[in-house]
């Protein structure tokens, strides 16, 4: 009998026996690895995300890029670490930061992102909801590689005075349509809003309409329904035996499942790939009422201990994954950059550092390729694993003057000489944990141990090999000295958002 030629996808698509496919990245904000039913959650109230593991592919072992929002966005969507494309600071060792209204940076124009790459392609791209990657002109999502934005370029923080603050603007396309609190309600005393359900349509009129017109389509779908102060629709709120965010959660896996639904519906579900994932871990500091479940694991959102960076993440495409598969595959949201790009036959750039690979070996043939995950917070690359092994180089949950005001990462999990309120470093000796043994991180490995000899032994190769060829990026994510940069450039962001992106088209 004549061996099976496996013709490689993008190959395939060149010699026209089928379509390249839709990408549809549906990325959560603040989410949980113990969100999901699928990942042991109690209650049991995702049963359309359930329903996607079960069609599709879990992945255990998938990360953020960073444990907070705009440095995991930004790696995503460029296939880089933070510290590489500048969404970092050099304002403090080891300290996360963001894009509020008083950050004046934002993505370069020298970083390449997934939706420029697909765009040469033929594919239309569309983002709905949180953009998080800067406010300036330069930084809008038309401006780098997105046909059209239905969403915000922060988070639904507020409400604002409009005085020193305006409230978050949010946008279609190039016009301001409004802002939140304002034009786009939210009760925080009730925790009611119907955001879910306008980005929902939004999505099902994009897909619909990219059908009708057969045009390949990128939707990347980065709702925030589950970032404190979480919200979900009237129908949605008082359902969850989890309270209000357990009720922001089952709206989104309503969603998630008209979502694919509806890609049935339309005949293309085999031709489009879908991803679930979330940007960070579960806000611990938020929970129970605001924050989500990180399952087994240590601390949350801020720390780079597994609660913090670790995600649930399912993959999604019938005919082509093999259903209820679960992969152990080492993953990083990164990784979606790379991927994406071999779905549709293109080779990343080959003129810098990409960290992202690609899963399409895990996914369609269930193959483990060898790689390292590294942690960072911040500038500093606080730990790394490599197999089974995770070694903390640096460890810190937060100062302890936060801690003090309340300020708590790791409510109820301390872990004495790990989960430490000091910057600790040990580089000379780093803390090792076997993950399969200890998901927790709370045994460290008996320095003196054959097993911490030889493991080590590996690390720090891959370590030393990633410092050298290590390139920071210009940091874009440091605060605005009003001192030094004056109250006219600081204010810029401040009071002007709205009107700057219609600037420059």
Same mark, same amino acid.
């Given at each position: ?9 993008? +190959? ?25 039913? %699928? =990942? ?8 359309? #995300? ?26 995503? #969507? ?15 060792? %080891? ?48 401006? @780098? ?39 786009? /309600? ?81 005949? !293309? ?12 871990? %579960? ?14 694991? *240590? ?21 082509? !994954? ?13 990784? *979606? ?19 992202? !690979? ?10 483990? !390729? ?50 430490? @309120? *000091? ?21 460290? +490995? ?20 990633? /410092? ?32 700057? =992106?219609?600037?420059?088209?």
């Amino acid at each position: 009998m004549a061996r099976a030629v496996l013709v490689p996808l993008w +190959l395939c698509w060149a010699l026209g026996c089928a379509a390249p496919p839709n990408v549809v990245l549906l990325l959560m904000d603040d989410m949980g690895w113990g969100d999901l039913g %699928a =990942f042991g959650e109690p209650s049991k109230e995702t049963p359309n #995300l359930d329903q996607m593991a079960s069609e599709g592919m879990l992945f255990l072992d998938f990360y953020a890029a960073n444990p907070l929002c705009s440095p995991s966005r930004a790696a995503l #969507l460029t296939g880089r670490l933070p510290v590489r494309n500048g969404f970092y600071t050099t304002n403090a060792h %080891a300290r996360n930061a963001y894009t509020p209204q008083d950050i004046v940076g934002g993505i370069q124009d020298s970083e390449i992102l997934l939706p420029e790459l697909l765009k040469k392609a033929g594919y239309t791209n569309k983002i709905i909801g949180k953009w998080h990657l800067g406010h300036r002109p330069q930084f809008h999502p038309l401006k @780098h590689g997105f046909d059209e934005w239905f969403g915000s370029p922060n988070c639904h923080f507020g409400p604002y005075d409009n005085r020193a603050l305006p409230n978050i603007p949010v946008y279609r396309d190039w016009e301001m349509i409004g802002r939140y609190y304002e034009d786009f /309600k939210i009760d925080l005393r009730t925790g009611e809003a119907n955001l879910t359900q306008i980005y929902l349509q939004e999505a099902l009129d994009f897909i619909s309409k990219q059908q009708a017109s057969q045009q390949p389509f990128f939707l990347y779908w980065a709702i925030d329904a589950t970032h404190a102060p979480v919200y979900a629709s009237k129908h949605f709120l008082g359902t969850s035996q989890r309270g209000r965010y357990g009720d922001a959660v089952r709206e989104i896996d309503d969603s998630v499942g008209k979502i694919l639904k509806h890609l049935q519906k339309l005949g !293309i579900s085999e031709n489009t790939f879908v991803f679930f994932t979330s940007d960070n871990g %579960a806000a611990l500091i938020s929970a129970p009422k605001q924050g989500g479940s990180n399952g087994p694991f *240590l601390c949350g959102k801020q720390t780079t201990f597994e609660g913090g960076m670790r995600e649930p993440a399912i993959a999604w495409w019938p005919g082509h !994954i093999p259903a209820g598969s679960v992969s152990r595959q080492l993953g990083s949201v990164m990784d *979606l950059f790379t991927t994406s790009l071999s779905l549709v036959g293109l080779q990343p750039p080959s003129d810098r550092q990409i960290d992202g !690979i690609d899963l399409l070996p895990a996914i369609l043939q269930g193959k483990l !390729i060898d790689r390292p995950i590294f942690y960072y917070r911040g500038n500093e690359m606080m730990a790394v694993r490599v197999g089974l092994y995770k070694a903390h180089y640096w460890t810190w949950s937060n100062s302890w003057e936060d801690y003090s005001k309340g300020i708590d990462f790791c409510p109820g999990q301390n872990v004495s000489g790990v989960t430490t @309120h *000091l910057q600790e470093e040990h580089s000379t000796l780093p803390l090792l944990f076997h993950l399969g043994r200890d998901p927790g991180e709370k045994y460290p +490995l008996s320095f003196a141990s054959d097993e911490y000899q030889g493991v080590m032994r590996r690390i720090s190769a891959v370590v030393q090999q990633h /410092k050298d060829t290590m390139v920071p990026g210009v940091p874009q994510l440091n605060v605005c000295d009003k001192a030094v940069m004056g109250m006219c450039l600081c204010r810029l962001t401040q009071n002007t958002t709205d009107k700057v =992106f219609l600037t420059l088209k």
